[in-house]
């Protein structure tokens, strides 16, 4: 276990690009346009990426992140639901790695906040965190054409 207390952009940026096989991604806001850029070059490179998010105004409106391309290049996109809002900020990369941060993947977070990120390759903790995106899986259908 590794934890920090700034450059977590570049830490989630330099994990993210790590990925041969599978990301998902469990985070309460998503707009970083950066990351998401990275995300859509893994699903181009083959990769799998999940990502859970918040289906709010600051996720979902008319100039958002263009989650139809994303979910054109093959990504799975679920939006949480009202009174079922997830809080969550963490990633699990290959089945073999996962961070937790209190850094919203947002274009504000990295400037305007002090944040935390805690890297984790104990197997028992990331199989936990694996089992908890696929619950969340279960409760949050795909979205096919993201609502605006």
């Not at 570049?10 to 998503?30: D, G, R």
């Not at 028992?124 to 949050?140: G, R």
């Amino acid at each position: 276990m590794q934890l920090f207390f700034s450059e977590i952009k570049p830490i989630i940026v330099s994990q993210v690009a790590s990925a041969n096989k599978e990301i998902l991604v469990a985070v309460s806001w998503l707009t970083d346009r950066e990351i998401f850029a990275l995300l859509l070059d893994k699903l181009k490179a083959g990769i799998r990426v999940s990502v859970i998010t918040r289906n709010d105004y600051l996720n979902n409106h008319e100039n958002a992140l263009p989650w139809q391309q994303f979910i054109n290049e093959g990504g799975e996109l679920r939006f949480c639901q009202p009174g079922k809002m997830l809080h969550y900020k963490f990633c699990v990369i290959d089945g073999e790695r996962a961070f937790l941060t209190s850094y919203n993947w947002t274009c504000f977070a990295g400037t305007n906040n002090r944040e935390n990120i805690i890297l984790i390759d104990d197997q028992n903790a990331i199989e936990s965190f694996t089992t908890e995106f696929n619950y969340l899986c279960e409760q949050f259908p795909l979205a096919e054409n993201p609502p605006r």
